[in-house]
């Protein structure tokens, strides 16, 4: 179980990743931050400046002391943090060759440069000159901070394969005329164009100007000067083709970067989408399962490409087709529409609540609302919840099988599965859609299995994953009878569907615990408006038998919020 020290822990880690975002425009606590980085590193190559003037070095050189020294400790200090939270920055820097990879990125050079080796000159002597030298390096720090130079630095990388065409054109090119050159003028000037090397020399002499006059041999023929003035035009076009192509492609950025602030105001109108309602039922407020495009246009005042682009800058959004949760036998229109969902770790959810049981739902991306109704199942009972809402849908890897393929936030996923499952006496369900698609409509809505084979619906397999098969059959009996009184609905065990799989994620955790898989029909989480009564219900029964216990009171479900915004872990 995650300690409390581990989690503050973990928290600080998240939040200077924020603050090392190089955004000057997040949070207002983080922008000091940030702004008291560039003062310090302004004040550092001050006082680097104010060092090469002998008099104020005698009269106030202990200050300058004090000042590259704090300076010095302090970016020393910042600068091993953003080593340390460089994973959360971005995901090539994960593990310890992605840190080594930070170190020489430029921005980590030049942090590691500027400040580490200030300390060797105590165990070894160092050139003055240098440290100085490196000390100022510290000054180019500030060109992360500033959005001119990020939009050039982006420009000239959007084009850099067609400025490194141009360049290898333009040196054969030249390759070629200086050889001709020589050729031609070798005859007329025996002595100055004595092999290629001269000409080539001069030629490329010809785009810097030759400043230092190594190469003034100019030519005497008329072909030789005939090729001087196609090399001067060459000249022309390799800074004209480089500056047309940067021109062209800073165009590109800041229409990019006009268009994703466009995006991000777009985001923040659909967000207000997801204003939670009253579930009348629970007397709960829920964020909406989803919402329709339609509506979002007619509600918000959102055009259709303006919902796609807001979808498409944000980590909280995706689209659903509604059409997809029929069964062969139902006939639903496609509808498209916008789900929301939380969002805290690198492959979607892991919320710990120091519950001994565990809701899993593996398959968000690609199963509609199945998520949404997890979540609430596991808000309401107070359980933990682990989901995966990040990855691609095709080809699709479901977390629910394990595999060791490299699938991204898998290992992460078992990780923090096994984390919370713990020990033997540990539970978790797994929450995963069924009846939908090209499924037929079983005369089931939800359909239990707990590792037996498929049509076995006793507890008599060796294989079944349950050490606590007593306590799951009286809680599993109790429920199926408030069902059927209540709702009008059916379950079964094992009867339709099965998790014998030998890649079941569950026989992979470190430990044997109770594990149950719940496919639910999406005509009770996405058409029923019992849906989180039903959750209610289910968490109920799960409390009162495993843990002997009530629901537990849960004030946040009462307030009047935008989608999953404060809910407490």
């Known amino acids: 179980m995650i300690t409390d020290i581990d989690s503050k822990l973990n928290h600080f880690k998240r939040e200077l990743s924020r603050v090392f975002d190089d955004n000057l425009h997040t949070k207002q606590w983080h922008n000091y931050v940030d702004y008291a980085i560039i003062g310090l590193i302004i004040l550092s190559t001050v006082e680097v400046f104010l060092s090469t003037y002998d008099g104020i070095v005698e009269k106030y050189g202990l200050w300058l002391k004090i000042v590259d020294y704090f300076t010095t400790a302090f970016f020393t200090i910042e600068v091993s943090l953003r080593i340390w939270c460089a994973d ?8 310890f060759r992605g840190r080594v990879r930070y170190c020489f990125s430029f921005y980590g050079l030049i942090d590691i440069l500027s400040t580490y080796p200030f300390y060797l000159h105590f165990f070894m002597p160092m050139p003055y000159v240098a440290l100085k030298a490196l000390r100022i390096a510290r000054l180019l720090r500030v060109f992360r901070y500033m959005k001119a130079f990020n939009v050039l630095s982006r420009a000239m990388r959007a084009k850099k394969d067609e400025m490194w065409v141009s360049l290898q054109f333009l040196v054969i090119v030249t390759l070629l005329l200086s050889f001709v050159l020589f050729f031609v003028e070798h005859d007329a000037q025996p002595d100055v164009y004595n092999n290629g090397w001269t000409s080539v020399l001069w030629a490329f002499a010809q785009y810097i100007g030759d400043p230092g006059g190594f190469a003034d041999t100019p030519p005497i ?36 970067d006009e268009r994703k602030e466009k995006s991000e105001g777009w985001a923040k109108r659909l967000h207000l989408a997801f204003e939670r309602t009253l579930d009348r039922p629970t007397g709960f407020q829920v964020a909406p399962r989803y919402v329709s495009v339609v509506e979002i246009q007619a509600r918000m005042g959102l055009k259709e490409d303006e919902i796609f682009d807001a979808v498409s800058i944000s980590d909280r959004y995706r689209f659903i087709n509604l059409a997809s949760t029929a069964t062969v036998e139902e006939k639903v229109s496609a509808m498209l529409a916008v789900e929301h969902y939380p969002l805290n770790t690198a492959y979607g959810v892991c919320i710990e609540r120091g519950s001994r049981i565990t809701i899993f739902s593996p398959s968000n991306i690609v199963d509609p609302i199945i998520g949404w109704w997890a979540y609430y199942l596991a808000k309401i009972g107070g ?39 713990d020990s033997e006496d540990k539970w978790v369900f797994t929450i995963l ?52 009184d209540k709702y009008g609905l059916s379950s079964d065990r094992q009867r339709y569907h099965t998790n014998a799989n030998a890649g079941y994620f569950a026989r992979h955790l470190r430990h044997k615990v109770n594990a149950v898989a719940l496919r639910i029909a999406w005509s009770v989480t996405c058409r029923d408006n019992r849906a989180v009564q039903l959750a209610q219900d289910l968490a109920q029964a799960i409390n009162r038998h495993i843990n002997h216990t009530d629901n537990p009171d849960v004030p946040e479900l009462k307030v009047k919020e935008i989608g999953y915004e404060g809910y407490k872990q």
Do not use: W
């Open 383 to 421: 359980f933990n919840y682990v989901s995966r809402e990040l990855g691609e849908t095709r080809p699709y890897n479901s977390f629910y099988l394990y595999k060791q393929d490299g699938t991204d936030g898998r290992e992460e996923c078992m990780a923090d599965l096994n984390r919370l499952l």
């Open 433 to 484: 859609a069924a009846s939908g698609g090209s499924e037929p409509a079983y005369p089931t809505q939800l359909h239990f299995t707990y590792g037996a084979k498929k049509g076995d619906e006793t507890y008599d397999d060796p294989d079944i994953t349950l050490n606590d098969i007593p306590t799951f059959k009286a809680m599993y009996d109790e429920f199926a009878q408030l069902l059927q």
């Open 88 to 95: 959360l920055i971005d995901d090539r820097y994960k593990g």
């Open 221 to 256: 023929t008329v072909t030789g000067r005939v090729i001087a003035c196609i090399i001067g035009v060459l000249g022309i076009a390799i800074f004209a083709v480089p500056a047309g192509l940067i021109g062209s492609a800073f165009s590109e950025v800041m229409e990019k």
